[in-house]
């Protein structure tokens, strides 16, 4: 008989990899610790100031009781934020609690918290195999019980504010719905439309709320599966994006590491000169390409040397981007073109997708980020 398997993840982790394979390499597998970045921190504060507040009995503190626990929880030694951003970020947090007190003011009849910051775990078991199972753990940030049910929330700090689609799809969404009837499974008697989701923006004091349908919920173990599979084949590649700024990584990132190298050889020296030279004959589209593969030559030993995939110049900075092929066709782009076929026909191609050469390029960026 074949051995169960219980694979543990969180769906922190699942999002994580989903944001950058590399990301997630470096801190769920080699476990790396990385200092936490200011929107971190920032965000981390206020979730404890909340959670201090809602489980306070009997009596809710006041607004000043909850400033001033906010003041004690700011960092004050080996704090992330530089001079003034130190006075920028405790504001906008004093004025972000300000505004929650004023709206729980108006709404507080309306619930009794049940739980913060409250651990959940569900198992789920491989569709196609069923010896494998996954234990998923997570944490709500607020429970609370209302007129009509049950409403999880979980608090976000982000300025993006996301479409009601993308909630209606969220995975986050569906496990913590999946949390909660497992470890209350008395709430769902009157049907799991009594449980609202609702994700609180705190910078817009502004909620956005679903629910959930049993077939969603059933397609979740499909999902998370998928997802475990990818991260099971994957090789870690890193995903730059605007959210690097919020990565503890970067400079140990290859996508990054060479903004934050100083100039310690003459071959350091010489690259930056390359670079800029190479972005120069690109800029004016030279046809000189005896010159451009020489630079190109160079560049690639140099990527290959330092481990690295992305190096800057003064005017600009060149990625290494490495392409899998079929039949001469970028996966990327046809995974994009498969994902809007027919689920049957999805199903079938998904066999097919296997790669039958590598092929690397480098792209150019006309405009030098600032190491931060
Ligand atoms: S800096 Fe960006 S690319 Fe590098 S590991 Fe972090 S998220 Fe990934």
Redo the contacts with the bound molecule.
Sequence with gaps: MEEQKIVKTSYSALDTFK??P??YK?QIIDKIKAPKTKEAVFGGKLHEALEWFHSQTPLSPTLDQLLNQFKELWPKENSPFQGDEDMIYFSEAIKILKNYYENYLKIKDNFTVLGTETRFEVLLENPQNKEEKCLLTGIIDRIDKTKNGIEIIDYKTTKKLPSQEDINNSMQMSLYCLGVINRWPQFVENGIENIKLTLYYLKHQETISTHRTKEQLNNVQKHVWEELKKIEKSEFE????A??DW?G??KM?P??KHLYKAETTIDDEQIKKVIDEFLGLKNNNTQNNKKINELKDIIENYLNREKIERVFGDIGYITRLTQLRIGGYDIKKLEQIIKTLPQPIQEQLKFAKKSDSKFTTLKISKKKPAAN
């Design positions: 944001q950058c590399l990301k470096f890193p995903m730059p994006s959210l690097c990565c990584y970067k990132c996508m990054w």
